[in-house]
């Protein structure tokens, strides 16, 4: 490699929780640089799931954490060109990656969905990711599907 590897940035943790995994969401969330939106919405969002789901034993940030977890990728498919034919090859994903891909699509699919506020769309994703369902739990189910049914080709490995 020619340049040098760019330093990771520090990200600050969050006011309310001292959680930087709350920072990460609250700037996948953001848009034009309107963090203190974001940090409402987030916050609005896990009201409503401590609201909903007051039966469980959990805090809302706990709730929220096993959601991202059972969002969260294992392996992908990544195309790589080989003999003039492209393969799906199978991959491992990086920790940081899985987290960002699972923050996208929980953010992604809450956008997608019907809902009054961007709040209540959050949460009620949040809600569905949690009980192992809806878009963005779909969304994990393909790419492990998707793997699985190319495993044939792991041994194109990069």
Same mark, same amino acid.
Request: proline letters at 3%.
């Given at each position: ?106 953010? !992604? +699919?809450? #956008? =997608?969905?019907?809902?009054?506020? *961007? /709040?209540?769309?959050?949460? %009620? ?10 878009? !963005? +739990?779909? #969304? =994990?189910?393909?790419?492990?599907? *998707? /793997?699985?049914?190319?495993? %044939? ?6």
């Amino acid at each position: 490699m020619r340049k040098a590897k760019p330093k990771k940035r520090v990200i600050l943790p969050d006011p309310k929780f001292n959680d930087q995994k709350v920072s990460k969401f609250v700037n996948h969330l953001m848009y034009d640089g309107k963090k203190n939106t974001s940090y409402e919405i987030f916050y609005k969002a896990l009201d409503t799931v401590q609201e909903k789901m007051s039966k469980e034993e959990k805090t809302a940030l706990e709730i929220w954490k096993q959601a991202l977890d059972n969002i969260t990728p294992q392996v992908e498919v990544k195309s790589r060109r080989i003999g003039g034919a492209t393969f799906q090859v199978p991959t491992e994903i990086r920790a940081e990656r899985k987290e960002s891909i699972s923050m996208k699509n929980l953010i !992604a +699919f809450a #956008r =997608k969905r019907g809902g009054k506020t *961007m /709040a209540d769309k959050l949460a %009620a994703e949040i809600m569905d990711a949690y009980n192992n369902q809806g878009g !963005a +739990f779909k #969304r =994990k189910e393909d790419m492990h599907r *998707m /793997a699985e049914a190319n495993r %044939a080709f792991a041994h194109f490995r990069f």
